[in-house]
């Protein structure tokens, strides 16, 4: 069965520090999406992608975030200077259309900013 | 603002029993939802979803029940078994588009 892939599956870093997570979609999809779960919180939409172009983001999702499709495989998403809060899981999720439920999620990457 | 809701962080059923989780929800425009399953390392999956047309929506062991006026939600398992134990998360959307509001999850423990 097709799957959402991420890497790293675990970041540690230092504060101020810039990261990029990166994830493989299925295939055949054409949205991509990225949440987060801070530790025993819930998982939060941080941002839509689609045709190239963000359609939708969070409040989270401000100007320390940026998501790219660099080439036709990959979808990343860069913290700029990492701050101790983006300390979380981040996953990643693609769809072959616009629907929720078709949401398929990845298994995630552990930030922990120091 | 906590716009989904579930009030209840764990709960723990015997095998073969059923087992109810809840979901509130504040946001009027939200009109699709949705029932995710979690296992420790992996991505939600989602399992189960309702139209706000609907009241009721059934896949073989697994059946939400939606009440509008409300603004509540249910995923009821019947029969319960030890491998649901899981994380599951309520979500809703508008329009059953692009983004999930989710809830804070309820751990579901099925003991043998």
């Known amino acids: 069965e097709p799957e959402v892939t991420q890497t790293p599956s675990h970041q540690v870093t230092q504060m101020g520090q810039e990261v990029i997570l990166r994830c493989v979609p299925i295939s055949n999809h054409l949205y991509f999406y990225w949440y987060r779960q801070i530790l025993g919180q819930k998982v939060e939409f941080l941002v839509s992608f689609y045709n190239n172009e963000i359609s939708e983001k969070s409040e989270i999702f401000d100007d320390q975030f940026s998501v790219e499709r660099p080439d036709g495989s990959n979808f990343t998403l860069k913290i700029r200077s990492t701050k101790l809060e983006d300390s979380a899981m981040y996953f990643c999720?693609?769809?072959?259309?616009?629907?929720?439920?078709?949401?398929?999620f990845g298994p995630g990457t552990r930030l922990l900013v120091l | 603002d906590q716009q989904v809701k579930q009030n209840s962080p764990s709960l723990s059923v015997q095998e073969g029993r059923i087992s109810i989780l809840n979901c509130d929800y504040t946001?009027?425009?939200?009109?699709?939802f949705l029932w995710y399953k979690k296992y420790p390392a992996e991505g939600p999956t989602f399992l189960i979803s309702i139209s706000s047309i609907k009241d009721k929506n059934e896949d073989g062991r697994f059946t939400v029940f939606l009440n509008k006026s409300a603004k509540h939600l249910s995923l009821h398992i019947v029969p319960s078994q030890p491998g649901d134990s899981a994380v599951y998360f309520c979500?809703?959307?508008?329009?059953?588009?692009?983004?999930?509001?989710f809830g804070d999850g309820t751990t579901l423990t099925v003991k043998p």
């Open positions: 979500a809703a959307s508008a329009s059953n588009a692009g983004k999930s509001t």
């Open positions: 946001n009027s425009m939200f009109d699709y």
């Open positions: 999720a693609s769809s072959k259309v616009v629907r929720v439920e078709t949401q398929y």
